[in-house]
């Protein structure tokens, strides 16, 4: 009996540990809906930024294009900051640090490996760093820094970050 | 600094007809800031100018001769409803039943410490309303990223299959939720996707170019991504038959472009 | 309605401060006398009613006159009367349905030791006044407060009990979203859209 007990408690603690383990339950259908209708028009320019992405044949076009996508998401960060929510402002910044750590960033630096000195590539090269620069340093004056989404310690931390890559564009 | 930049810090000036050096630089060579600029500070001339209505009542006059009489100031006190002082109120309820409140403390946290051993960590207390994230936007996002990492055609097919796949699971959840317009952005984006995205990357992996067993490769990748649009297309339209008649358009437009793409593919992997 | 535009002699409100401070009510009848309009103007613009405003800014005097002896002498007396009332305004808020009155056209306060406007300001004056009324409370409130009453930021933040740069942000997004909206009557007058001046 104390043997049986022992294993159905043990089971059930592998079973909880296992299903800690697994994919988030799906969410509600009026959570899916809501989300979607919140986020409908920033998805229609993703699915836009992709397709261009694809058509872009050089590092210097998809980085171009990656700012243009990062900037997307910190124009909806903006406008959900407006909104007063800043558990969107902060997943929106995460989504944006992404942008830049994953695709902004390793695409300059191989535009920078092609593009010499000289080349007549070379200022549009410097433009495009120019641009994402500008645009991480304005990012804080785009959100409120108290309040609801100012006071929120997770729209801090993903500003931070966003803020951090900074040097990861190199100097214009 | 561009002139996006440039027309923000106008705004954020304390006021935009006093403008700084830095700045007047640029907009006396930026026919557009120069516009902006203007604008900027006609505004806040024309706020100055806004007009007034004078008050109704004579409720300053009342105050003043009050207060230059000496008499005591008496005003009708605005419907703004008191607020009690909960804190003493709160304090002497307790004092006066200490024992009791002592047991039930004790059997809550008892409960509590049962339901937080329980409960996987990581949970939002209760009560606590937060927005939860979007897993189809964090999607997307990632194929996005995954093409800007891509190098070949054949990479991009691949990504641009999974986002149309993306695209039709979304729009079946959706059905029975979303309204019928945002609905049919999801069928348009998947039809973009396909023509713009999976036709077109097939369209840059012609065979004439490739070698014999490159040629296979890309006809079996062809047929591949064909069959996940015709089960695509399967599963959409077995979904027409049990959701609203608005959602039915936009759900059978998904099937249309699914079929078509699946067309497309199959006639370029046979051709070559 | 009378625009102040006087300066205000810092020494000479101090007196009144002084005076208020020490029980004569007549050094805070010229507070009052001094600083009334604009509270009411600035809680017109954020009530949007002309009972509501008025009723509110006698509620700030009052609660001001019993607060006088806490006001710290040398600091900003027109920051700590809008400060109240703008406490009185957000609970106001909580406890009363609002209700929006337009501005009848026979309401206009005459411009009496004001600017002129000209015809074509007045166009532009009642798409601005729908314009700012539209724009959510804390934008509005900052705007105004900066534009209107010309206080600093850092004014502005201490009557909204902000920081200076969430005031600025705030006064930024106002500007922004009116900008937006209002561009064609932003035009100076004769001007046509794309024309450079």
């Known amino acids: ?172 | 600094m561009n002139c996006q930049s440039i027309q923000n810090k106008i705004l954020i000036l304390p006021d935009p007809r006093v403008l700084p050096d830095a700045l007047r630089d640029h907009i006396a060579g930026c026919e557009v800031c120069q516009t902006w600029a203007k604008q900027a500070a006609r505004l806040d001339t024309l706020l100055q100018q806004l007009p007034v209505p004078p008050a109704p009542g004579n409720k300053k006059a009342t105050v003043v001769d009050d207060l230059t009489r000496g008499n005591p100031v008496i005003i009708r006190p605005l419907a703004i409803p008191a607020r009690k002082s909960f804190a003493g109120s709160a304090l002497k309820f307790l004092d006066q039943n200490k024992t009791v409140i002592g047991g039930l403390a004790a059997a809550v946290l008892v409960v509590l410490g049962g339901w937080s051993l329980l409960t996987p960590s990581g949970t939002p207390p209760v009560g606590v309303a937060e927005t939860p994230e979007h897993p189809f936007l964090k999607m997307i996002v990632q194929r996005d990223l995954a093409l800007a990492k891509a190098k070949k055609p054949v990479e991009r097919l691949q990504i641009f299959g999974g986002l149309a796949e993306d695209l039709s699971t979304e729009a079946r959840s959706l059905a029975r939720v979303a309204s019928p317009e945002e609905l049919w952005d999801v069928a348009q984006w998947f039809d973009n996707v396909v023509k713009d995205g999976v036709v077109n990357q097939a369209r840059n992996m012609p065979a004439d170019t490739l070698t014999l067993s490159a040629q296979r490769e890309r006809k079996t990748e062809l047929d591949a991504l064909a069959g996940k649009l015709s089960d695509m297309a399967a599963k959409t339209e077995k979904m027409t038959g049990e959701v609203p008649p608005d959602a039915k358009a936009a759900l059978q437009k998904i099937v249309d472009s699914a079929r078509a793409g699946e067309k497309k593919l199959r006639e370029m992997a046979n051709a070559g | ?197």
């Open chain 3, 1 to 197: 309605m009378i625009r102040e535009t006087d300066p205000t002699l810092p020494n000479e409100e101090a007196e009144w401060i002084r005076a208020a401070q020490s029980g004569d009510r007549d050094g805070f009848n010229r507070l009052v006398e001094r600083y009334w309009d604009r509270l009411y103007r600035w809680l017109y613009r954020m009530t949007r009613d002309r009972h509501t405003a008025e009723d509110l800014t006698q509620e700030t005097f009052l609660k001001a006159l019993g607060a006088v002896q806490s006001f710290r002498p040398g600091s900003n007396f027109r920051a700590w009367v809008f400060r109240i009332g703008h406490n009185n305004f957000v609970n106001q808020k909580r406890s009363e349905r609002r209700t929006k009155h337009q501005l009848p056209e026979d309401a206009a306060a005459p411009d009496v030791g004001g600017v002129e406007i000209t015809t074509e300001n007045r166009e532009a004056l009642e798409v601005i006044h729908q314009a700012v009324a539209d724009l959510p409370d804390d934008f509005r409130s900052a705007l105004l407060l900066r534009v209107e009453e010309g206080l600093s930021f850092r004014e502005v933040a201490k009557i909204l009990g902000t920081t200076e740069e969430t005031a600025r942000w705030r006064v930024f997004k106002a500007r922004q979203k009116l900008m937006k909206v209002l561009s064609p009557e932003l035009l100076p007058p004769g001007a046509t859209a794309g024309e450079t001046t």
């Open chain 1, 1 to 172: 009996m104390r043997r049986s007990l022992v294993t159905l408690v043990a089971f059930i603690a592998l079973a909880a540990w296992a299903g800690a383990q697994g994919p988030p339950p799906p969410l509600p259908a009026a959570t899916q809906a809501k989300l979607f209708k919140n986020n409908r028009k920033l998805l229609e320019n993703l699915v836009n930024h992709g397709i261009e992405l694809a058509k872009a044949d050089s590092p210097l076009r998809r980085a171009e294009e990656c700012r243009k996508t990062a900037k997307t998401l910190a124009n909806s960060m903006e406008r959900a900051a407006e909104d007063q929510d800043p558990d969107r402002v902060a997943e929106l910044a995460r989504l944006m640090g992404d942008v830049v750590r994953e695709g902004l960033v390793p695409n300059l630096n191989a535009a920078q490996l092609e593009i010499k000195p000289g080349d007549p590539l070379a200022p549009q090269l410097v433009k495009v760093r120019e641009l994402a620069t500008d645009d991480l340093i304005s990012l804080p004056a785009r959100i409120p820094t108290d309040g609801k989404v100012g006071d929120s310690q997770k729209v801090k931390d993903a500003i931070a970050v966003i803020q951090a890559l900074q040097g990861s564009l190199g100097k214009p």
